[in-house]
């Protein structure tokens, strides 16, 4: 079956930088759009941030992310990523990635400081 391992979260102050990673295994990766969510509080709804196309092709982005997020995917890794610039306070959450067709990660944690 299908397991997603994303990882790379951390406490970090208001314009670090951080990169996410999201291991897929159980399936082909490259059959797979992939996508990154985030939750804040715990146990609210999981809203969008970015995804990519199998091959990495296309993009698309949370408005409140474009232009600091990059989302991208090394098919030969099975891995995605989440490099995330200049974060600020409110990007402090929960954060999933997704096959975008119903398999989640755990969550990384990402707290930015002010």
């Known amino acids: 079956q299908v397991k997603l391992v994303d990882s790379g979260g951390g406490l970090v102050q208001a314009g670090a930088s951080l990169r996410l990673s999201c291991v897929l295994s159980g399936g082909i990766f490259r059959d797979y759009e992939m996508g990154w969510f985030r939750q804040t509080p715990p146990g609210k709804e999981r809203k969008f941030v970015a995804r990519i196309s199998w091959s990495g092709g296309a993009t698309a982005y949370a408005d409140s992310v474009k232009g600091r997020f990059i989302i991208s995917r090394d098919n030969a890794k099975n891995t995605a990523y989440l490099q995330m610039n200049n974060l600020k306070p409110e990007d402090t959450a929960l954060y999933f990635c997704?096959?975008?067709?119903?398999?989640w990660g755990q969550g990384t944690q990402v707290t930015v400081s002010s």
């Open positions: 997704s096959t975008l067709r119903g398999v």
